[in-house]
């Protein structure tokens, strides 16, 4: 304690109470931000009757204003007849929808509903007329004997880099929209989303890219995610601007301080 | 017999050195050189940390010689990194895949070279700043700058053709924007292009041509270059900033041995070990990510490295039409129709006038202030407020376009639309460098106002003293001479008249020149003289003997 009382007024001890304060204030938002991430199974592909006239309650709470009372769409929002039970559970289960406002594209949120309700509304969705159903867990397993990652990295660079980045950081397309960067985005959802073609992104659909296809995609993206860059910290694998900002300035900022320090004790 | 005895060293290391200066004269050359004097100050060093960064390029790279294979041929990648295992590539790109995952050492090497170069084009550049900035350019170094200019140039010319070398797709997208610039240039730009690439773009040879110009003609003409640019600092000495004792006959600083010349080798080892540790803490150029090149795929995020982002930022820039007006011209000739993108062409020339701009930057200055004297001692920035102010407009000019290069993660970072980022860089493309150029100027001329002010009555010491007469005023306190030297000092810059020439009229071209002339100066602060000082002073002693408060720091 009393080396704490004789050096408060050290010129660092701003700088460490601000770290501090930071790792605190950091640390406790991380906390309270993941206690509530609900944590299930994923449901089955087959769906009662009760999930469907549950999912149609929902939907006319919370869905029908925009997309219309049986889901024949409004000004406001499409007609999701024939949208298929993917769609749904990919727009409800990221957050996308609700919506949180009309903009350029919905973004990812906290999901408003938990698996079981998603799975509802989904039902009730695809009892509308057929579409890409959820996947079976058969494709969404990236360690199948079949997965290919080598060819899963090939398509994925042929068939999506160009939008979401060579190592699926995300990129920019116009007038506000994005392609979102894919790290922490589930198995099941990236399936979904090449299966129905969410917001700006196109429908790859089976005759394109098989399901075994999408699978190796889905393999190539999660071991790129699980393997920590081989040559150090990434820099958000944003490619030459993020090594370029950081030659200016972290580069160049510590030879300055070099640099002063070698003539500090100048003519 | 000869009179004189031969001398003998009494040590083993005398010996050895005697040895070898009565063979090659050694020590007069030590003596000229150790005793050379180099004034000392941080900003002299970026040129040094350019240097030593050319030096960790030719070890690193000369490692990477020994494995990397530029052959455009068709293999299978058998290696070590699992998802690109089997895939059919070149030959080229498995050897660079080699290097970073099953050749020890290889990708840290391989990231050293990379980390190494991207610093030795920015030392250069803020060397260059440094110099630009504060007039070292003048006689008689003008010719050494435009040598900095070439090799600043050849640096550009050495990164991209070693970014293009790997052989995946981000290299070979930015080959393919080489490509597109060579076939708009009209009439000959598709010959230019079949003859680089040995046909049709990619074909099969352009990565073995690079390499030769990579690796031998490109870095023989730095090499060249840094010899004859340091040649001629030696030849001009230093420059070195103004103060107290330091004339423009005279270098105040340390002899290059022994304190100079061991702060400048372990300068060396300081910038070799920032490079490695980036190197080993940080990925750069992953080429694993890229895939091997395949002319269909353009991956987000596809960027030159930071040197040639301005020529991407200006191309995209560059609208292709303009409400109905396309920017490309079709032009029937006999011979059938010939397209010309000025798309592409138009952007080239601003980018053209700037490199030229800076290059003859000297001369331009020389002319237009007729100022044609030897220079040895710097100015400050704020002395030279025009030319401070047209180095900053360049400086917001190339980083407008700098910028434009990284529109998409602009607009992403910053949640903005894309279009909205290229429409406020298309907007400060044309406005920026006007209102950096009046704003830098307005700036420093206010800062030698506020010299002026601190040299005549001191600085405001926010101390109120009440005189014994209910008067109130703040103390101001005055600088030493020392001080004081560096905010008189420096040269008084007049505008100089349209001069008639030999036949003595007045010619046109020099009537342009006194217009310029007098735009550099129209607006200047004089530095203080010697009457105007010792006036504030008697006035502010008049002023201390009143208040009666003979406090230290007060007057003398």
Redesign the interface.
Known sequence: MKALAQNRRHPFAGVVLLVLGLLLTGGMYALASTMNQAQAATSGTSYSAQDISEGEKLFNANCATCHGFDAVGTEDGPTLVGVGAASVDFQVGTGRMPMQMQG?QAQKKPAQFNDEQTAQLSAYVASLGAGPAVPEDEYLDTDHEDVN??RG??LF??NC???????A????????K??PGLADVSEKHIYEAMATGPQNMPVFSDANLTPEDKRDVIA?LK??EANP???????G?????S??????T???G???G???W??SR?? | MSTTTEYSAATRTGRISNFVDTRMGVSPMVKEFGRKIFPDHWSFMFGEVALYSFVILLLSGTFLTFFFDPSMAHTTYEGSYKPLYGLEMSVAYASSLDISFDIRGGLFMRQVHHWAALLFVAAMSVHMLRVFFTGAFRRPRELNWVVGCLLLLAGLAAGFTGYSLPDDVLSGNGLRIIDGILKAIPVVGSYISMFLFGGEFPGYAVIGRLYVLHILIVPAAILLLIVVHLFMVVVHKHTQYPGPGRTNDNVVGYPVGPVYAAKAGGFFFIVFGVISLLAGFFTINAIWNYGPYDPSPVQAGTQPDWYIGWFDGALRLMPGVLGDFSFKWDIPFPWGVNSIPLGVLLPMIPVGILMVGMIVWPWIERWVTRDDREHHLLDRPRNAPFRTAAGVAGIIFYCVMWAAASSDLIATHFHMSLNDVLYILRFLYFAGPIIGFIVTRRICLALQRKDREIALHGREAGVIEMTPAGEFRERHEHLSDYELYRLVGFENRRPVPAQPGKDGKVSGLEKQRAKLNKWFYEERVEPVTRDELTAARAHGHHDAVEADHGAHGIDR
């Open positions: 350029p990652i080598a990295g090939e660079r042929v880099a160009m939008c979401h980045n060579a190592a950081a995300g990129g920019a397309l116009t007038r506000g994005f392609a190539f071991t790129i860059s081989p040559g150090g910290a990434a820099l694998s944003l490619g030459p601007v090594e370029g900002l950081f030659i200016w972290a580069g160049l510590i030879l300055i070099f640099m002063v070698l003539t100048s003519s």
